[in-house]
């Protein structure tokens, strides 16, 4: 008889099989069995990460009006909530010491960055916070002026053409020889 099936209990449908009650060995401490579903490799790794992203409220968005981000910060006050530039990056911050609430006692804190898209001025930025807690950050968008670096270039009117452009005067030597 191997040792392998032995010491990992390979059984295929191990997965499958649940316990009825998994609170009447609660206290009894972890046996190896335990230990080694713990540490096995998640069926699905992504899944925690993509669950987190769609909770938030939404990302950046870079519409016809320009760059536009909300953040959630129902849980801090107004004076708790910085948001600056630094240099082509919107920095978002909200800390707030020990205080209570429903389930004991909390602080909280965040840093959120933004990076501005290019062409977009950090001086231009502004925020809002709505009643509900929700900060908007907007950039508007750059001026086409701005966007190209287009200048109109004024004409000036002067006397006749000169079709006939004289050559350099070591271009001339050559050419009589």
């Not at 099936?5 to 206290?27: K, Q, S, V």
């Not at 900060?135 to 006749?160: C, D, F, H, Y």
């Not at 006939?164 to 070591?170: D, L, Y």
Request: charged share 30%; glycine share 6%; with cysteine.
């Amino acid at each position: 008889m191997s040792l392998i099936p032995l010491l990992f209990e390979m059984d295929p449908w191990e997965m499958r099989r649940t316990r009825r009650n998994d609170w009447d060995l609660f206290g009894l401490g972890i046996t190896p069995r335990e230990i080694r579903e713990l540490m096995a490799v998640p069926r699905f790794p992504l899944e925690a990460a993509r669950r987190a992203a769609s909770s938030d409220l939404q990302p950046a968005i870079i519409g016809k009006d320009g760059f536009q981000v909300c953040v959630d910060v129902q849980q801090f006050r107004p004076n708790e909530i910085t948001v600056k530039t630094v240099d082509n990056m919107v920095v978002v911050e909200g800390k707030h010491e020990e205080r209570q609430d429903e389930h004991g006692y909390i602080s909280r804190h965040f840093v959120r960055k933004y990076a501005l898209p290019k062409g977009y001025d950090p001086k231009e930025v502004v925020s809002a916070l709505s009643s509900d807690g929700v900060l908007t950050i907007k950039a508007p968008k750059p001026s086409e002026e701005q966007k190209a670096n287009e200048r109109i270039v004024q004409i000036q009117q002067t006397g006749p053409a000169h079709l006939h452009v004289k050559e350099n005067a070591s271009e001339e030597e050559k050419n009589e020889k």
